[in-house]
C-alpha cells in the first residue's frame, strides 16, 4: 500500500513538474487504469551504458536524439538473487516471473526447489492468450521462467516437454534441438521423443523460416528457426530467420484476437550473449534489433490504448564502459564509426581466421590473409603486429573470437569488466494502463507481484495448486 500511494504520489508530481523533452508524459503512466493486455519485453544484459551506446550510435548515424522508450524510464531494479549479489538469467527471470528470489540456475523453483508459479501460467489461469517471443532457444533460461519449472536450467529438454503443456498460443525462438528426436541430426535429446509432432498433434502450425512464419494459418504457432540459438542481428542476413520486431508483430497479430486479453513476454535474448563475449558491434546490432520490436509493441499499446508495455532487463552483462584507457592513457572519447563497419560478429570472424589458419598456406601468408580478413569484416586494417601474433595464435572454443572483439573494442574505445553479469541496477520504462505503479527502485520481485495485481492473477493460490497435484503424482 504504501509503495502504491508513493507511486501515484510521484505521478502527480510528475505531471506539475516543468516539462523536458525526455520527460515521462502522465499520460503513458495510465494511472487508475488496468491493462487487458501486458506486454513484458527483457533486453537480455542490457545495462545503463548499453543504452547509451544505442542512443549514441543512433545520434552519430543518422541525428536521432531519443530511443523510442527514452521518455518512457519511469525506474530501475535491483537484481541480486538467493545465492549471489550478482544474478543469472534463471534466478533473475524466476524473480521477473513469478516475484520469488531463488537462487542461480533455478527456473521458477524456490529455494527449496518446489514449483513458484508465474505470470504466464496465472494469465492462462484467468483465460488470457499467452506466447514468448525470444532470440535464444526457447528453453533457455529467460523464456523458460515463464513457462516451466526445473531445479537447473540445463534440464531443457524437459522444460522443452513443460513448454508444451501450457496451452500457450505463440512460442517463436531457436532450440529445434530440444524438440526432435535423438535420430535427428542436431538433436540435444538422449531419447526418442519428437516434441514437434506432439506439438503438431496438439494443433500447433510449426515455422522454421521467415517465410513460413509469414504464411502460418490460424491457430497456435510454434516457430523454431535454428537448432541453438537464433543468429546475432549482425549475421541476420545469411540465414532465413525471421528478425525480432517481425516475429513480435506475428505474436501480437495473433493473440489480439482473443477477446480476453493476452500476456506476452518478448526478450532480446543475444544482447546477453555479446555482452558475454565483450562483442560491442553484436551487442549494439542486437540492441537496435530489440529497439524496433520495441517500437512494434508501443504502436500497438498507442494505437489499443489498453495494453501496458513493459520493458526491463534482468541483469546488465559484461560491464560495459564507453571510454577507456589505451596504452595506459584514458582517452575522452569513444568511437561509434568503428561499430558501424562491423559486419559480422567475432565468433563469424574467428571462424573464418581459424579457416585461414588451418590452409596450406606458409607463416607470412596467413598473417596477410588473417589480417585481410579482419580488415574485409571490420574495417580495421592497421593491426599491430602483437595482435596479429594472437590472432595466429589464440586457441579455445571462446578465446579467438574475444581476442578479435578486444582488437575491436581497443579502436573503438569501448571497455568491458567482466565476461559474466555484473550487479548493477537496470532501468525500467513503462507505458499504457498501470505504468504508473512501476515508478521508483524496486527489487525485481516486485515487477512480477505488481503484474499479477494488474492483471488480477493472484500466483499464491495457484502455487499451492500445482504443488499439490505435483505432489499427488509424486514429483
Known amino acids: 500500500m504504501l509503495r502504491s500511494a508513493f507511486a501515484v504520489c510521484l505521478a502527480l508530481l ?6 523536458s523533452r525526455a520527460q515521462v508524459a502522465p499520460e503513458t503512466l495510465g494511472q487508475g487504469e488496468t491493462p487487458t493486455n501486458v506486454i513484458l519485453m527483457i533486453p537480455d544484459g542490457y545495462g545503463p551504458a548499453s543504452v547509451t551506446m544505442a542512443r549514441d550510435y543512433l545520434r552519430w548515424r543518422d541525428g536521432t536524439t531519443e530511443l523510442a522508450y527514452d521518455s ?81 536450467r540445463g534440464q531443457e529438454n524437459r522444460i522443452a516437454r513443460q513448454q508444451l503443456n501450457q496451452d500457450m498460443e505463440v512460442l517463436l525462438g531457436g532450440g529445434r534441438r530440444h ?60 540465414t532465413q530467420q525471421p528478425s525480432l520486431a517481425t516475429m513480435t508483430e506475428a505474436a501480437i497479430d495473433r493473440l489480439s484476437t482473443e477477446e480476453d486479453g ?21 551487442h549494439l546490432h542486437d540492441i537496435l534489433a530489440f529497439n524496433e520490436a520495441v517500437k512494434t509493441a508501443l504502436n500497438t499499446a498507442k494505437a489499443d490504448e489498453n495494453t501496458l508495455v513493459l520493458v526491463v532487463s534482468d541483469h546488465e552483462t559484461g560491464g560495459l564502459s564507453l571510454g ?26 574467428a571462424d573464418s581466421i581459424r579457416t585461414i589458419r588451418s ?77 504508473y505503479q512501476f515508478i521508483g527502485n524496486q527489487d525485481n520481485t516486485e515487477i512480477a507481484l505488481t503484474l499479477s495485481d494488474l492483471l488480477d492473477a493472484d500466483l499464491r493460490p495457484l502455487t499451492k495448486e500445482m504443488r499439490s497435484e505435483r505432489a499427488a503424482v509424486g514429483r
Do not use: C
Open 14 to 19: 510528475l505531471a506539475v513538474a516543468l516539462p
Open 72 to 152: 518512457l524510464h519511469i525506474g530501475s531494479i535491483r537484481t541480486f538473487s538467493s545465492s549471489s549479489r550478482i544474478t543469472d538469467s534463471a534466478a533473475g527471470g524466476t524473480a521477473l516471473a513469478t516475484g520469488e528470489k531463488t537462487y542461480n540456475g533455478a527456473i521458477s523453483v524456490d529455494t527449496s526447489k518446489q514449483a513458484v508459479a508465474t505470470l504466464l501460467e496465472g494469465a492462462e489461469r484467468e483465460g488470457m492468450a499467452t506466447g514468448l517471443v525470444v532470440t535464444s532457444r526457447i528453453t533457455h533460461a529467460t523464456p523458460a521462467v515463464f513457462s516451466a519449472h526445473v531445479a537447473d
Open 179 to 238: 524438440f526432435v528426436p535423438q535420430s535427428v541430426d542436431g538433436s540435444a535429446r538422449d531419447d526418442r521423443r519428437n516434441l514437434l509432432r506432439t506439438a503438431r498433434d496438439r494443433g500447433y502450425a510449426i515455422a522454421e523460416t521467415a517465410d513460413e512464419l509469414a504464411q502460418a494459418g490460424d491457430g497456435p504457432l510454434l516457430g523454431l528457426f535454428s537448432d541453438s540459438h537464433m543468429a546475432y542481428e549482425l549475421n541476420r542476413d545469411d
Open 262 to 282: 493476452y500476456f506476452l513476454m518478448v526478450e532480446g535474448s543475444r544482447i546477453d550473449h555479446a555482452g558475454h563475449g565483450n562483442d560491442a558491434a553484436a
Open 324 to 349: 577507456r584507457n589505451r596504452d595506459g592513457e584514458g582517452i575522452y572519447s569513444w568511437h561509434p564509426d568503428v561499430l558501424s563497419n562491423v559486419t559480422a560478429s567475432s565468433g563469424v570472424i
Open 359 to 435: 590452409s596450406d598456406a606458409g607463416e607470412d601468408e596467413k598473417e596477410r590473409r588473417i589480417v585481410g580478413a579482419l580488415s574485409h569484416f571490420t574495417g580495421i586494417s592497421d593491426v599491430e603486429d602483437d595482435a596479429v601474433e594472437k590472432l595466429m595464435s589464440a586457441d579455445g572454443s571462446f578465446t579467438l573470437s574475444r581476442t578479435v572483439a578486444a582488437i575491436v573494442n581497443r579502436k573503438a574505445l569501448v571497455g568491458w569488466t567482466s565476461h559474466a553479469h555484473t550487479a548493477v541496477d537496470v532501468g525500467v520504462y513503462g507505458y499504457g494502463p498501470g505504468a
